[in-house]
């Protein structure tokens, strides 16, 4: 488990991460999600033990990761811009990472690199970014380290290689002790792949929470209610966190259970009622609304 408490961090007069307090769980796949400069790069660089916090505290198992080798090797990140030896191959890369990863299995990367269609002899240099950002990711999972930092790691993948990626990582995640932690601006790159999602803004921590439990307990929903008294009473008796009407067309935001919020539409006999799926953005909006933040604005 990795636990921060009060995490700062700043370059001169720039705060990079102030104040930042998260719990990571074992074998959950953690999503950081945040706007250029939120702070999420230097986050995973303290996580990595590659900078030295100005305050706060980082346990990962229970330990210090700044100077302390040991548990390093349980850590591998892939920073946004990966970086390659001049005319190295992958399997050079891959034969380097395994003198510091005792756990590192090349012959896994040279399957895994077959099956993708990379070329582990070719000098990687010569590949496509999108080809790069494959590499770089192989050589991480073979690592075998149980946790897997990821910087912007599906920017520049096509579609089909994208999925590739999130489903290999739902699979180590089902099979060995691993807890990724992917960091991106995207919130919806994440929604599909991550147990639990952390929002940044400006170096702090603006929301950290399960995303199935979010998805089960906010519903967005639309009613047609003839009756303006009843449209009245509805929205007292509701817990709200946005609301617009267009129209005679409600359309709520709502926290609760979706039965219960849907009985309670039912008694008002509406003309039109329906409860639509929420994306993960969407709940996000909802929620840094009501903590007084208008997220449309960080993320457009």
Known sequence: ???????????????????????????????????????????????????????????????????????????????????FFQNSTMLDMAKYFAIYYPRYDVGRLEKLADNLGLEKKRKISTFSKGMKRQASMLLGICAGTKYLFCDETFDGLDPVMRQAAKSLLAYEVSEREFTPVIASHNLRELEDICDHVGLLHRGGVLLSKDVEEMKLHIHKVQCVIPDTKDEETLLSELDIMQYEKRLSLLTMVVRGEREEIMAKIQKRNPLFAEAIPLTLEEIFISETEVAGYDIKKLFI
């Open 1 to 83: 488990m990795i636990k921060t408490e009060n995490l700062c961090k700043s370059f001169g007069d720039i705060k990079a991460v102030n104040n930042v307090s998260l719990t990571i769980t074992d074998n959950s796949i953690f999503g950081l999600a945040g706007t250029n400069g939120a702070g999420k790069s230097t986050l995973l660089r303290m996580l990595s033990g590659v900078l030295k916090q100005d305050s706060g505290k980082i346990a990962v198992d229970g330990s210090e990761v700044y100077e302390n080798p040991q548990k390093k090797s349980d850590i591998f990140f892939l920073p946004d811009t990966a970086y």
